[in-house]
């Protein structure tokens, strides 16, 4: 059984730029949800897909999109790069008719200059 | 909104002994999820536990068990004979039972002292 995985593990931008992060899921999984992780802050919620569409969102501006492809790997695109959004990016997959358990991701560090 | 509160910034144990780490939470629903996680330095998030709201049957597995108190919103990590390897910073969330949102506190910071 292939765990959640997530690339790239670092990146650096600078303000302005616009980035793409990718995650696929867990075999098996058909939901994937974004979380941002400020440093020494707990994770917060970005959005959920399922089924290619967006089944819940948090307190984020719409510059956060995501996708979802049919095979159920997932990206996460930021425009406009602020410094704020320096943190740790986490994905995690679940499988939505289950009890909504969440296997993470190790994560993708990015750095806003 | 649903807030996640862990009032504990930073614990510390004796290794082999027990700690209990605190986590309360506010929802307007009678029915949802709660859950921690350890997310060691490796940053890897791992679930420890998880306790459905409609179970009145505290979870336990292994060396880890919950005090969920309903009605006080009150959800509570106990640590038996705590080893090296618990040494992580432990996340309390919840989930209502659509699972399509998903609430974390800002963390314990654990350290087991050998």
């Known amino acids: 059984e292939t765990g959640v995985t997530q690339s790239p593990t670092h990146l650096i931008k600078t303000r302005g730029q616009q980035v793409t992060l990718r995650c696929s899921s867990q075999?098996?999984?058909?939901?994937v949800s974004w979380y941002q992780q400020a440093l020494g802050q707990g994770p917060q919620f970005i959005f959920q897909y399922y089924r290619e569409e967006e089944n819940g969102r948090g307190n984020f501006p719409p510059r956060f999109s995501g996708l979802q492809f049919p095979n159920y790997s997932s990206e996460l695109n930021v425009n406009a790069l602020e410094l704020d959004d320096s943190a740790l990016y986490l994905c995690?997959?679940?499988?939505?008719?289950?009890?909504?358990?969440?296997?993470f991701g190790p994560g993708t560090r990015l750095t806003v200059l | 909104a649903q807030t996640v509160t862990q009032s504990q910034p930073e614990m510390s144990v004796q290794e082999a002994e027990t700690v209990t780490l605190s986590c309360t939470y506010d929802t307007s629903e009678s029915d949802y999820y709660l859950f921690w996680y350890k997310q060691p330095p490796s940053r890897q998030m791992i679930l420890v536990i998880r306790q459905e709201a409609y179970k009145q049957q505290n979870a336990t597995e292994n060396r880890f068990s919950v005090n969920f108190q309903k009605a006080a919103k009150s959800f509570s990590l106990k640590i038996s004979d705590s080893q090296l390897g618990d040494a992580a910073m432990y996340f309390c969330a919840y989930s209502p039972n659509t699972g399509n949102q998903f609430y974390f506190g800002t963390g314990t910071s654990l350290t087991v002292i050998p």
């Open positions: 075999s098996g999984h058909n939901t």
């Open positions: 995690a997959s679940s499988f939505i008719k289950d009890v909504p358990q969440q296997f």
